[in-house]
């Protein structure tokens, strides 16, 4: 069984920068491909970024490609959305989540692909 937990959000002016992290553990978070999502109220889940097991490659939605980045610490095990340039459309709260299966890159971006989630962190960005 894997748990994650993510920590980092909180309130950020427009233009500022947050990096939040997603602590694994029950399995090697190499093992796992990864990826953020984001829910902002009366609005399903979005896709934001994705990584493979491994080092690479990564994914990313176009509305944060260029802003927001995905990656991971093997050692410490955890995982780490960087994003910068935020903006008030970024508010949101953000999710972590990671399957054991080999997906296909476009499957990366869907919900069901998967089974492993964390609880979330919330993200507001505002003057």
């Known amino acids: 069984q894997v748990q994650l937990v993510e920590s980092g959000g909180g309130l950020v002016n427009p233009g500022g920068s947050l990096r939040l992290s997603c602590a694994a553990s029950g399995r090697t978070l190499s093992t796992l491909a990864m990826a953020w999502f984001r829910q902002a109220p009366g609005k399903e889940r979005e896709f934001i970024a994705a990584?493979?097991?491994?080092?690479?490659?990564?994914y990313a939605s176009n509305s944060v490609q260029g802003r927001f980045t995905i990656s991971r610490d093997n050692d410490k095990n955890t995982g780490y959305l960087q994003m910068n340039n935020l903006r008030p459309e970024d508010t949101a709260l953000y999710y972590c989540a990671a399957t054991t299966g080999s997906p296909i890159s476009s499957s990366l971006r869907d919900v069901s692909t998967f089974e492993y989630w964390g609880r979330g962190t919330q993200v507001t960005v505002s003057s």
């Open positions: 990584i493979r097991r491994g080092r690479s490659p990564t």
